[in-house]
């Protein structure tokens, strides 16, 4: 009888765990926390480079070595752009956004979710760059080898009214070709 | 000398993790019996589903395509013989190998076998752990469903926290651009390569270890494959929704073994992330420091002593951890002898179980210490003819080692009962005992790995250090009981008892001296080598070489 309850209550404790390797394995859950739709800005755009120069004086060129005598010296530098976001006539985004790259030498990139009930938004982007220093030279060595596209342009803006479903994200990004704002994927009629 | 268990586990919350494990090893033993408890034998079935793990992933890897994964993955579902069952059994596979190997991690833990050689172990057992969650990880990223979007966002997100990449990565799941093929390939080639620095791993596991056990006994090896192919089939685990980067994951089945972390992490910025999991993998790794016994706690290693040394290789043999090597003689005789290393021992006393001569094993707990104690022992209580003197290990045996008495029988402790010189069982014996009850930790569950299996031996099959066969084998009793066994003890007290009422009365010796022959065995042991080697001849036992001597348990 002992025998016979051993082994009923091994075979109920291995079903037991047997069941709950699978219901685990199985959890169901909601990844999405506060709201039922998104929206994403997400872009990369190359910033404007500048560089601001100045011709060395008789002293300083006097101390350096022949061959390495320039005249004028450059010091180049990507200009900031700042993102004004307005979702439903409220401000959710105001901040400058450098260059990324431990030099700062790298390109922008935009990166903002803001979770939203489906239905009717109001949206207004603004990307701008801040203004070029006027003792500065706005063109790089790059734009000079016709990579000027590549730059954006110092004003980017999207003001768009959009129509989210359940469970929508629409994205906002920088269309690199035609150099503006764009919303891709799951824009609402 | 009463020993306790305090006496290795110094810090409150590893006696209460001990404490805790007794009645689950308890209840599991007395359905499964000792021999195939799916918890002492946690680390051996981790490895089984390892090689479930590989033999599935070879065969579905065949049909996996990198260009449209989720639609491959319905494909084997649906399509591929035997797909969906051989599938699910990956899955189920892999979360059983988390859960044993979580069970194994704190068992060790729990049992203070965490600390000192074993360092080596749990350190490379933690990043075997780590190794394992990142395979889930790209596993499910794989199959490119709702939760493998997820996890692919939320591990680039952390990623992104480091300053490795020069481009975010986390922008190739926002929806931008088409999800790039390289991105699958990199994630297969990670799941693919990756078992083989787990293999690597493993053997680094294991590799302080004499006659690592990797595979679980037979019938537990197919009792646990069953099961998990019977789940497989009647609860088959589907691919989800496929994943859409322009649609929000909502609510979809998760595997909690591998996505558990995900409501810990979701609204924490990948740094905080990252800092939590520091604090929680460093608490992991430096848990060998920090729950170790205080220094003049911690038991030393292991001594030889040269002079009764005979070179037998027998505690080399019998060593679980390999700590003890067989070297040249130093002291002007020829031959070899035992050298222990400090630095791989781990106390456990095994050697001095082993030596007949008593001329090795821990300070104060050689075979010479254990005869003196049990000297002492019956000098201040001589057992009655009646008297089933219980010899108990102090890592089981039902704690009653807390005691000086166990239902009215004297009980003597030993650190672990493979430690145990057979002298002090014939001791107890001619000093009159009615009979002894050795119980040891069921030997799946020494805390020494190999002790209950040495003294069975030395008890019945001769192994070296053996009973003697003066000592009548009717009046000596072996049980196994782990900590939360104590009606194990009683019912062997009770049986052993028994047996001893059927027996004439058991006669008493007075002046017995076992150590003195210590040095006669050592002697003539000595004398019959004739030099180099062991007691056969010049080449060792059995006329084999140190180099290439007997292999370590054949004796």
């Known amino acids: 009888m002992r025998r016979i309850g051993r082994w009923v209550g091994g075979a109920a404790l291995a079903l037991g765990a047997t069941a709950a390797l699978g219901w685990l394995s199985q959890v169901p859950y909601d990844a999405t926390s506060e709201a039922d739709g998104l929206v994403r800005l997400a872009w990369r755009t190359r910033g404007t480079r500048v560089e601001e120069c100045r011709r060395l004086t008789a002293a300083e060129l006097e101390r350096l070595p022949v061959h390495m005598r320039q005249v004028e010296l450059c010091e180049g530098r990507i200009l900031p752009h700042r993102l004004v976001v307005v979702l439903d006539g409220r401000t959710v985004v105001d901040e400058a956004v ?12 935009v990166y903002h979710e803001f979770p939203v009930k489906p239905g009717w938004h109001e949206l207004d982007i603004a990307f701008t760059r801040d203004p070029v220093p006027a003792d500065t ?39 690199a070709a035609e150099r503006r704002l764009m919303l891709k994927g799951s824009e609402a009629p | 000398m009463k020993l306790s268990l305090a006496r290795y586990h110094s810090l409150l919350v590893i006696r209460f993790l001990r404490r805790l494990l007794a009645p689950a090893d308890a209840l599991l033993n007395r359905l499964y019996t000792w021999r195939f408890n799916p918890l002492y034998h946690s680390g051996a079935i981790v490895v089984l589903t390892f090689v479930l793990l590989l033999i599935t992933g070879l065969y579905l890897v065949f049909f996996y395509r990198l260009g449209d994964p989720h639609a491959s993955i319905v494909r084997i579902s649906e399509q591929v013989w035997l797909g969906r069952w051989i599938r699910s059994l990956h ?7 988390l859960v044993a190997a979580a069970i194994h991690a704190f068992r060790m833990f729990a049992q203070g076998r965490s600390w000192g050689p074993r360092v080596l172990a749990w350190v490379s057992g933690l990043v075997l752990v780590g190794l394992v969650l990142v395979l889930g990880w790209t596993g499910y990223v794989m199959v490119w ?48 390569a990756l078992p083989v620095g787990l293999g690597a791993l493993l053997w680094l596991h294991v590799s302080r270890l004499a006659r690592p056990g990797l595979l679980p006994p037979r019938g537990l090896l197919w009792g646990t494959t069953g099961i998990l192919v019977a789940l497989s089939i009647l609860w088959p685990a589907p691919p989800g929704t496929p994943a859409d980067l322009f649609q929000l994951p909502s609510r979809a089945p998760y595997d909690a073994f591998y996505a558990f972390w995900l409501p810990l992490t979701q609204g924490l910025p990948g740094a905080a992330a990252w ?90 707990r050689t075979g010479q210490d254990q005869l003196a104690r049990v000297r002492d022992f019956v000098a201040a209580r001589a057992p009655a003819p009646d008297d ?10 039902g704690g009653v080692v807390e ?5 009215g029988a004297p009980v003597l402790a030993v650190d672990c009962a493979g430690s145990l010189h057979t002298s002090v069982v014939e001791y107890l014996v001619r000093s009159g005992a009615g009979g002894v009850l050795i119980v040891a930790c069921p030997p799946r569950d020494c805390q020494n790995r190999e002790g209950p299996k040495w003294l069975e031996q030395r008890l019945y099959h001769e192994r070296e250090a053996e009973l003697k066969d003066r000592v009548d084998r009717r009046r000596v009793f072996l049980a196994y009981a782990d900590l939360g066994e104590l009606g194990t003890v009683a019912a ?6 028994r047996d001893v009422a059927r027996l004439e009365r058991a006669g008493r010796e007075a002046d017995i001296v076992l150590d003195a022959e210590c040095d006669l065995v050592a002697v003539r042991g000595m004398e019959g080598r004739g030099g180099r080697g062991g007691r056969d001849g010049p080449d060792g036992p059995q006329g084999r070489q140190r180099s290439q001597g007997p292999k370590r348990g054949q004796r």
Not at chain 2, 91 to 97: E, G, I, N, V
Not at chain 2, 403 to 407: I, M
Not at chain 2, 492 to 497: D, F, K, S
């Open chain 1, 98 to 109: 450098y260059p990324s790259g431990a030099r700062a030498d790298r390109p922008l990139y």
């Open chain 1, 137 to 175: 030279a706005g063109e790089t060595e790059r734009e000079r080898l016709g990579e000027r596209e590549s730059a954006a342009p110092p004003r980017l803006t999207l003001v768009r009214r959009v129509l989210l479903a359940r469970d929508q994200i629409l994205l906002v990004t920088y269309d």
């Open chain 2, 91 to 97: 899955r189920y596979a892999s979360d059983a190998a």
């Open chain 2, 145 to 192: 469903d709702v939760q493998g979007m997820v996890l692919a966002r939320e591990g680039a997100r952390f990623l992104d926290a480091l300053p490795l990449f020069s481009e975010p990565i986390g922008r190739a799941f926002v929806g931008e651009r088409e999800l790039p093929s390289a991105f699958f390939f990199l994630n297969l080639f990670l799941h693919v």
């Open chain 2, 275 to 364: 800092v939590g999991v520091g604090i929680v993998g460093g608490i992991a790794v430096l848990a060998p420091w920090w729950s170790r016994p205080r220094a003049a706690l911690r038991p030393p290693p292991s001594v030889v002593n040269q002079r009764l040394c005979t070179g037998c290789q027998q505690c080399y043999l019998d060593c679980p951890y390999e700590a003890i090597a067989m070297v040249d003689r130093t002291d002007g005789r020829n031959g070899i002898m035992a050298r222990v290393n400090p630095a791989l021992c781990v106390s456990c006393g095994i050697c001095a179980g082993s030596c007949a001569p008593m001329g090795v094993g821990p300070p104060g």
């Open chain 2, 388 to 397: 089933v003197v219980v010899v108990a290990c102090t890592h089981g045996a």
């Open chain 2, 403 to 407: 005691e000086s008495t166990f239902d």
């Open chain 2, 492 to 497: 062997a007290l009770e049986r052993g008892r």
